[in-house]
């Protein structure tokens, strides 16, 4: 949640199993009845709204999907349509999407998503061959490590680049303001870096 990832579960478990795994793995809260809205910080939602089973989203329309203040942290007794749609959801409201899956009934999800993430321990064939990345232990919290390893990659390289293109510019002013000088012999002054 500190990295401005919002983690939402699309499960085939009954509603109640799904909430209890969900308030375990923190997903939802445990101790509080409401959280403040990510797309907007004035609105705070009931954390009975952000389960929801997935007959109950399947007959929205996606008009009456986008016009929920918060898309469900929880879907229940999910279809792969169901993980297709809410993935839809999600990039209507501009938002990356990576998904993890293991069942061959992920696969459309996993295609839908920016980044299709399967298991590769329990995972099927079919899921490994549409997930762009396939973690090797299983175990959700390498993607976590993997975030963090992408993100201070991104940041070394734009300090690199911001550091390279500054010396590079100091050292092209020297050349040009050399240029503007004479020697002794008449010559412009070329300085050395």
Known sequence: RKAGITVRMATGDHPATATAIAKMVGILPQDQDS???????????????????????????????????????????????????LVKALHRRNRRVAMTGDGVNDAAALRAADVGIAMGLAGSDVTKQVAEIVLTDDNFNSIVVAIEEGRRIFANLTKFIVHLLSANVAETIALVVGLAFLGDDQRTVFPMS
Request: proline share 6%; hydrophobic share 50%; with cysteine.
């Open 35 to 85: 959280i403040v809205s990510e797309a907007n910080a004035s609105v705070v939602v009931p954390v009975s709204q952000l389960v929801m089973h997935a007959r109950d989203f399947d007959v929205l329309t996606d008009e009456q999907i986008d016009a929920m203040v918060e898309l469900p942290r929880v879907l229940a007794r999910c279809a792969p349509s169901t993980k297709v749609n």
